[in-house]
């Protein structure tokens, strides 16, 4: 008689992506979020929540260009970033909990500005949520960049779906079309590389942990050989 074993990718998943204000984490606020839960392969499995907040100071032209949300569109649509923010992050707890791993591309990015968006707001964070560091978190772009190191060119979400052939079928930087398309990368990869789909989630973790610190010593590296500042965080997810 044969046995099937289910693995991580076949298991419920919390799909996690921001819009903001700009790319400084500790001074740009949120302005959407999405959270898109997965339930089985492919998007017809997926339930999707989106939350527009009020960030309560003007959205730069820079970034009004990338995600189309203007200061005035957030100002008299968008829901007050408390409340947004703690419904987002109870939601995000709940799910981490029970053992669901939060899914992001790039997601150092999302968890530090949400977390610095709690502090300011005067929320507890996830981490004080949950008592423990943020985990199990899976961030396609470090498996992506763990499996297959060498691989040239960019890994930008638009590049690495490129890369997988997976067509997109929505307005990339809008947070809910970036969490799917994150997730269809994240069964290309699992699809590709079965060691990362047969790992456990504490074991995927861990190496998260190491091909990020890997990749941010490579990087600094490269900086300092350039004149440049070496200053990538070899920490992760935070």
Wanted: net charge negative.
């Amino acid at each position: 008689m044969s046995t099937s074993t289910t693995t991580w990718i076949d298991s419920p998943l919390l799909g996690f992506d921001t819009e903001t204000t700009g790319t400084n984490v500790a001074r740009d606020r949120i302005v959407t979020v999405a959270l898109v839960h997965s339930v089985g392969p492919g998007r017809a499995h997926e339930t999707v929540a989106t939350w527009l907040i009020d960030p309560e100071t003007d959205i730069p032209e820079p970034a009004q260009r990338v995600h189309g949300i203007s200061t005035e569109h957030a100002r008299a649509h968008g829901m007050r970033a408390a409340d947004a923010l703690d419904e987002v992050a109870g939601l995000i707890v709940d799910a981490l909990r029970k053992d669901i791993p939060l899914v992001a591309f790039n997601i150092g990015f999302d968890l530090a500005i949400l977390e610095n968006e709690l502090t300011r707001l005067g929320l507890p964070t996830l981490a004080q949520r949950l008592g423990h560091d943020i985990a199990p978190v899976i961030d396609a772009l470090v498996v992506d960049r763990g499996v297959d190191r060498f691989r040239k060119g960019k890994r930008t979400l638009t590049d690495v779906l490129a890369h997988y052939g997976i067509e997109q079928d929505g307005r990339l930087h809008t947070a809910d079309v970036d969490v799917s398309a994150t997730l269809d990368v994240l069964r290309a990869l699992a699809a590709a590389h079965p060691k990362v789909a047969a790992s456990s989630l504490p074991d995927l973790h861990r190496e998260q942990v190491g091909w990020h610190r890997r990749w941010a010593e490579g990087m600094n590296q490269w900086l300092e050989r350039k004149g440049r500042t070496p200053d990538v965080t070899v920490d992760w997810p935070l």
